[in-house]
């Protein structure tokens, strides 16, 4: 008999004596097959983890088939710069605007405009809103869109000279990160736009973006745990300890992963001014793309390079690592199973050392049944707040020199860089520079 056929007998046999659930047979049959001769040398990724992937295929990207109606890369990130103290503006989808008012991409070290929210008051779009904004709604919502928001607004451009510009009333559209084409936005807008001069009102643009509030939303990072939590071996690479696996939403598709080195505390900013900022370290050629180029992050308002805990083939091989180990405790506890079973059907009543052995059975039976299900538990959390890219967000590149090799002549290799920690992700679970040894 082959050895698959017998495992999966022995996988019967689980499900008779353990009544283990579909799940965790299908992950001792992923670890017969993953372990065997046969298995391939990577896994393949996941369906959740493509399809994260293709929301990372940006409008100027080649595989990509660029519509008529789409914005620059450019404008699209820098375009809402300023809007928010921390810098998280929305990203630009399309806007109808853009013969009237034309973006113009500053050149070198030139300024960089930016914008500050206004209210709508006092103009022809207020005393009709009312009726008008739950037919746009209707506009957007019959086109199937993923929308979260749609507002009135004006947008003032600071100039570099203090100069202030206010513009157009604009019907604001937020839809989902990926959710809708420039296509698509520019369709419903020609319809907006046909419903507002029913209604007479003129000189009003619609602007649609991609909402932000994800960006910095998903769980915190993972606690350390003590060597007796059947989790602490597999959930290192989601944890704030050192060592910690990362990438950058510029290198994800490269496939360019690295590690933190150490983090540091900034004291001060360049200003003097007391900060609570934490940052990372890690190599240059894991935080950029560009190996003889300086990254600087600009400051509030500048596009931001993201850094992520797990790269896409990292995370997909912890998911694997999870369902294996939950093999292992899952045949293990049948051969415990089937030990209860022999002892008892024997019978221990004038057998000291046969009692004492089904109590340690029994006990060590226990205690795989719980492993099985506090592992497969987890499996499921780590998936499904995880999987998302963007949930994985801890982080943006903030200072990355090129990397140089024989540094002041004493061949040594600078490759190194920074980014600011995500309070949000690091602040329960932070200890500082730890290593987690998995000893405890």
């Known amino acids: 008999?082959?050895?698959?056929?017998?495992?999966?007998?022995?996988?019967?046999?689980?499900?008779?004596?353990?009544?283990?659930?579909?799940?965790?047979?299908?992950?001792?049959?992923?670890?017969?097959?993953?372990?065997g001769p046969a298995s391939p040398a990577f896994p393949v990724l996941s369906d959740v983890s493509q399809l994260s992937a293709l929301t990372l295929v940006s409008q100027d990207s080649p595989t990509t088939v660029v519509s008529a109606f789409a914005v620059s890369y450019y404008e699209r990130t820098s375009y809402y710069s300023g809007i928010t103290d921390a810098g998280d503006h929305p990203d630009l989808l399309y806007r109808t605007g853009s013969a009237k008012y034309p973006w113009i991409q500053p050149k070198g070290n030139a300024y960089q405009p930016i914008k500050s929210l206004r209210g709508?008051?006092?103009?022809?779009?207020?005393?009709?809103?009312?009726?008008?904004?739950?037919?746009?709604?209707?506009?957007?919502?019959?086109?199937?869109?993923?929308?979260?928001?749609?507002?009135?607004?004006?947008?003032?451009?600071?100039g570099e000279d203090g100069e202030e510009t206010l513009g157009p009333v604009v019907i604001w559209v937020g839809v989902y990160p990926g959710s809708t084409s420039a296509d698509t936005a520019h369709e419903v807008s020609q319809n907006i736009l046909e419903l507002l001069e029913k209604n007479g009102v003129k000189g009003v643009e619609v602007e649609w973006h991609e909402a932000v509030p994800w960006k910095a939303a998903g769980p915190a990072l993972l606690p350390v745990v003590g060597r007796f939590n059947p989790t602490v071996h597999v959930r290192r690479h989601l944890t704030a300890a050192l060592g910690m696996p990362i990438t950058t939403a510029e290198r994800e598709m490269d496939d360019a992963q690295g590690s933190v080195g150490f983090f540091f505390h900034e004291g001060r900013d360049r200003h003097g001014i007391p900060s609570t900022k934490v940052f990372g370290v890690s190599n240059h050629h894991v935080l950029h793309k560009e190996d003889e180029e300086t990254y600087e992050f600009k400051?509030?308002?500048?596009?931001?390079?993201?850094?992520?805990?797990?790269?896409?083939?990292?995370?997909q091989r912890d998911l694997d690592e999870i369902k294996i180990l939950i093999s292992k405790y899952g045949m293990r506890a049948e051969v415990y199973a089937r030990s209860v079973d022999r002892l008892e059907a024997k019978g221990t009543s004038d057998d000291e050392e046969g009692a004492r052995e089904l109590r340690k059975t029994r006990q060590d039976l226990d205690e795989h049944r719980q492993a099985v299900v506090e592992l497969e538990k987890f499996y499921k959390d780590v998936k499904t707040q995880w999987s998302d890219l963007v949930l994985r967000n801890i982080g943006h590149v903030h200072y990355s020199p090129p990397i140089s090799v024989d540094v002041e002549g004493k061949r040594y290799t600078e490759d190194w860089g920074t980014f600011v920690l995500e309070e949000a992700k690091f602040k329960a679970q932070f200890k500082g520079n730890v290593v987690d040894l998995g000893v405890f």
Request: charged share 15%; proline share 5%.
């Open 299 to 315: 400051g509030a308002g500048a596009p931001r390079q993201y850094v992520r805990v797990n790269g896409l083939r990292r995370f």
């Open 1 to 35: 008999m082959s050895p698959l056929v017998s495992f999966r007998i022995y996988t019967t046999l689980t499900t008779f004596y353990l009544e283990l659930s579909p799940f965790v047979l299908q992950c001792m049959d992923y670890a017969g097959q993953r372990l």
């Open 120 to 158: 709508v008051y006092c103009t022809p779009l207020n005393g009709v809103w009312s009726t008008v904004g739950p037919q746009v709604r209707d506009l957007v919502k019959d086109r199937n869109i993923h929308y979260c928001s749609i507002d009135t607004a004006r947008f003032v451009t600071h």
